[in-house]
């Protein structure tokens, strides 16, 4: 079965602080995307990753194709940041289209 | 601004009733993604157009349809509505054809409200 898992679900943190949000899938896929979702329901995206790593910013993103992992990490995280992230997937397999994890809930207090 | 937008942003209407929503993509996109995202559900694909014709097919109802017309824009077309169909949904646009290589740009969204 196609599957995407997140972890952690909610994510709390001081001003100042480096974070890290996993995503996990579970066969082989072409492409992943992080995306924000902003406390007002909007979307952005994020990055589009097959392999490596892709920085913007203060935000990094890293895929490692072998174990089916990739994380978003926040360098000097700020209250700004405080959104839900969500990482999505395209499988190899399966009809041409995204298929979302359940999102991380980042809160960083001042 | 993501470029892509959609009309109306809120929608509040009775069970049976029918209702279009509306997405306008970002100029020079080819690709229109249908998007809904309830509480329980999280975000899940509906369908896709490229460039007028259906590309993509995703866990979009019977209930449901979807067009785009040769301008790009693209109208979601609800019917017979449950109290379940209560979600948010979203248009995105892309260049090219599929999930692949394209950033997707999401639109506001539309707030769909059942009573």
């Not at chain 1, 072409?30 to 924000?36: K, P, R, T, V």
């Amino acid at each position: 079965k196609n599957e995407v898992e997140q972890s952690p679900q909610n994510l709390t943190a001081q001003e100042g602080e480096f974070i890290t949000i996993n995503c996990s899938y579970s066969v082989g896929i072409s492409a992943l995307h992080w995306l924000q979702q902003h406390p007002g329901g909007g979307i952005v995206s994020l990055f589009m990753l097959s392999s490596g790593k892709k920085k913007h910013g203060r935000l990094i993103a890293t895929i490692n194709i072998q174990e089916k992992h990739s994380s978003l990490h926040i360098t000097a995280s700020h209250p700004r940041d405080s959104a839900v992230y969500i990482c999505a997937v395209r499988f190899w397999q399966g009809a041409q289209k995204l298929v979302f994890g359940q999102g991380t809930r980042l809160t960083i207090n001042p | 601004d993501s470029g892509v937008t959609q009309t109306p942003k809120h929608l509040i209407t009775a069970t049976g009733q029918r209702v279009t929503l509306r997405c306008s993509p970002r100029s020079g996109d080819l690709s229109v993604y249908w998007y809904q995202q309830s509480l329980d559900q999280g975000l899940q694909f509906l369908i896709q157009y490229y460039n007028g014709e259906e590309r993509a097919k995703g866990n979009i109802l019977e209930r449901f349809s979807a067009q785009q017309f040769p301008d790009l824009h693209s109208e979601l077309n609800l019917s017979s509505l449950e109290l379940g169909d209560s979600a948010l949904y979203f248009c995105a646009s892309s260049v090219g054809p599929g999930p692949n290589t394209d950033t997707q740009y999401f639109g506001p969204g539309t707030r769909l409200t059942v009573l």
